[in-house]
């Protein structure tokens, strides 16, 4: 049964990553996006934050890849509401496949892009000249406990997606609760420049955490604490939503 269930999950995801072929606007998310951040981030604030862009571009693009990664999660929230809206859902529902495989086919087809949008991310900015200044198993460590906190942030998208009627909703909401959490972190700015009540949030913010873990793996600099730290915000939104969100899938399917 085990066995069915993950073969049923990796052919759903396939279906996902296929669609892209057809749609290739399925990308903009994940490629264009991240590189206009990219670009905007370090040639128009990188020479006012920092004494030059370049110098800017060490401390942000791991904050930039961090705050793409979160805003991406949105994807998978849009894509399920979609989906269900569409029929798509009842469709498979009638076929002989585990209950949970177009959820979790859903969910590893979004990981998967995830990957992708590191990896443009990372290599548009070795050639803008940022510097990996760790060993191949940083690099890896980093992408693992990158693609790690995509899977577990993208479960509140998934709630989300079960909660409401339309997928502009999932963005809406999206949108009001992760500009505050991805602007007011450490992703962009050293938080020891803003005021003491605003650093306190800043401090704990999930998005700063995962953007020192990041950047202390690919430019050197304190690593134990601040990936510990991701982990445990990634278990907490696994741990919460993950359930609610199956929860919500049973009763809307």
């Known amino acids: 049964m085990t066995t069915m269930a993950l073969r049923n999950t990796a052919t759903l995801a396939w279906r996902t990553l296929v669609q892209i072929k057809h749609n290739p606007f399925e990308l903009f ?6 590189i206009m951040f990219l670009l905007l981030f370090t040639y128009v604030f990188g020479g006012a934050i920092a ?79 940022f510097r990996i200044e760790t060993g191949p198993a940083e690099v890896l460590a980093a992408f693992a406990l990158l693609l790690g906190f995509a899977f577990a942030a993208s479960w509140m998208s998934v709630l989300v997606a079960m909660l409401v009627s339309e997928p502009e909703k999932v963005q809406i909401f999206g949108f009001v609760l992760l500009f505050p959490i991805t602007f007011v972190s450490g992703a962009f700015v050293d938080p020891d420049t803003m005021p003491d009540w605003l650093r306190a949030f800043a401090d704990v913010n999930p998005t700063t955490v995962l953007a020192d873990a990041a950047r202390g793996l690919l430019s050197g600099g304190p690593v134990a604490g601040p990936v510990t730290r991701s982990l445990l915000w990634a278990a907490g939104f696994l741990l919460v939503f993950a359930p609610l969100s199956v929860r919500a899938f049973r009763r809307r399917i």
Not at 29 to 34: A, E, I, K
Not at 55 to 61: G, K, P, S
């Open 29 to 34: 998310d994940f490629s264009v996006q991240p």
């Open 51 to 129: 004494d030059t862009p370049g110098e800017y571009l060490t401390y942000a693009l791991p904050g930039i890849i961090v705050q793409n990664l979160l805003f991406a999660t949105l994807n998978t929230g849009v894509g399920l509401n979609t989906d269900i809206s569409k029929g798509v859902f009842d469709r498979l529902r009638s076929l002989p496949i585990a209950r949970f495989s177009p959820l979790a086919g859903r969910i590893v087809a979004d990981v998967i892009k995830q990957a992708w949008a590191i990896a443009l991310l990372l290599g548009l900015g070795l050639a803008l000249g």
